[in-house]
């Protein structure tokens, strides 16, 4: 048992055992095959190079995960999924503007259609990633699984 001088290195270590809980619950499969799902079309029609990408991808799905399986306790507690996801809104709009710039600087089309397009997509991604989390979150604290 370790000796914690202050809160903050216990809320961390805390934060820092439950992602690691949520985590084993995520493939890197179901990883690939979402994001091959949403942006598998559009990249393999513009012919990029999709492994820095599809990294990038699953790393921004990866925070959408952590991010709703964190809240889930609000959740959980009972309010409601407007409510949770008002709290992290912020947060799951700076995933997508990020996304979407990473994917965006790789396009060679100038057309608007093309990014317009490849906004909603990435909208759609980290809602996909942070509403499964949210439910994963929600089971685990149902279950008791978290402490």
Do not use: H
Not at 27 to 38: G, M
Not at 127 to 146: A, I, P
């Amino acid at each position: 048992m370790k000796l914690y001088t202050n809160f903050k290195e216990k809320r961390i270590a805390k934060q820092k055992r439950f992602e690691k809980q949520v985590l084993q619950e995520l493939s890197l499969n179901e990883l690939k095959e979402v994001f091959n799902n949403c942006f598998g079309p559009f990249l393999n029609l513009n012919r990029l190079k999709v492994d820095n990408i599809e990294t990038y991808g699953m790393d921004y799905a990866i925070e959408a995960f952590l991010l709703g399986a964190s809240i889930s306790k609000f959740g959980y507690y009972g309010e409601s999924l407007e409510y949770v996801k008002e709290r992290t809104a912020l947060k799951e709009k700076k995933f997508v503007d990020a996304l979407y710039c990473i994917i965006g600087e790789k396009i060679p089309y100038e057309e608007e259609v093309y990014f317009e397009t490849l906004y909603r997509i990435c909208k759609e991604y980290i809602k996909f990633w942070w509403n499964l989390g949210f439910d994963k979150g929600q089971k685990r604290y149902k279950l008791k699984l978290t402490r």
